[in-house]
């Protein structure tokens, strides 16, 4: 599985932007798949996760009520909606997919290259 992300940009605070990360590969809809996210100085931290069918969903505290993830395993694409975004959700965003897939990065064996967000206050 081949994954790449892409979508991000520059966005005031309080706007929105869309993330999407597209797979390559026939088994990605048996993936649950995740975003996480790496600000300047910071660990990777884990943002959002969904099931390989897409009816459970799991979000950090941190951007549960703005954030949505979605996937249409149909196009083998998953998405990050991303509403009423702040100035300290700047960061790198990874998309990944893994067998086991849950809160830990460690969990997920595919990742995307990447794609900066950034959030002008």
């Known amino acids: 599985v081949q994954l790449q992300a892409s979508g991000g940009g520059l966005v005031q605070a309080g706007g929105s932007l869309r993330l999407s990360c597209a797979a390559s590969?026939?088994?990605?809809?048996?993936?649950?798949t995740a975003w996480f996210r790496q600000a300047p100085g910071k660990e990777r931290e884990f943002v959002a996760s969904?099931?390989?069918?897409?009816?459970?969903?799991n979000y950090a505290n941190s951007v549960k009520g703005r954030f949505t993830i979605s996937r249409d395993n149909a196009k083998n694409s998953v998405h990050l909606q991303m509403n009423s975004l702040k100035f300290e959700d700047t960061a790198v965003y990874y998309c990944?997919?893994?067998?086991?897939?849950?809160?830990?990065?460690?969990?997920?064996?595919?990742w995307g290259q990447g794609t900066q967000v950034t959030v002008s206050s």
């Open positions: 990944a997919a893994g067998v086991y897939g849950n809160t830990n990065e460690n969990a997920y064996e595919y």
């Open positions: 590969g026939r088994t990605f809809s048996r993936y649950p």
């Open positions: 969904i099931n390989w069918s897409g009816d459970l969903t």
